[in-house]
């Protein structure tokens, strides 16, 4: 199955529940993308004592899910792109929900 999951949210314990249920996808054989969108750009510094986010992330991605990022939303937060949050568009995020078979959102 083909998932997308779009990721607007700051909140910790949301983000590592997403990209642990992202991995557990990819381990049943789906292909799964994240789109980070508004607040959920921030998710490279969300790591807590308790949810480790960007642990979570790296599992993701060596699992081969693959995440993209809004630029405008890191733009807005004067952040940069990097190996986790690649600068995409409006146009991928619309590739991501035509393409997706189920769409998620958090």
Not at 10 to 37: C, H, Y
Not at 44 to 52: P, Y
């Amino acid at each position: 199955m083909k998932l997308g999951m779009i990721i607007s949210n700051n909140d910790p314990e949301t983000v590592w529940n997403v990209f642990r249920l992202g991995v557990f996808a990819l381990q049943q054989g789906d292909e799964v993308k994240i789109f980070l969108l508004g607040k959920g750009v921030e998710c490279e510094q969300l790591d807590t004592a308790q949810f480790k986010v960007r642990e979570q992330i790296n599992g993701f991605l060596e699992h081969g899910g693959e995440v993209l990022a809004c630029g405008t939303c890191l733009k807005l937060r004067q952040r940069e792109a990097s190996d986790i949050c690649p600068i995409s568009t409006m146009k991928e995020l619309h590739e991501l929900v035509r393409d997706s078979e189920r769409v998620l959102t958090f």
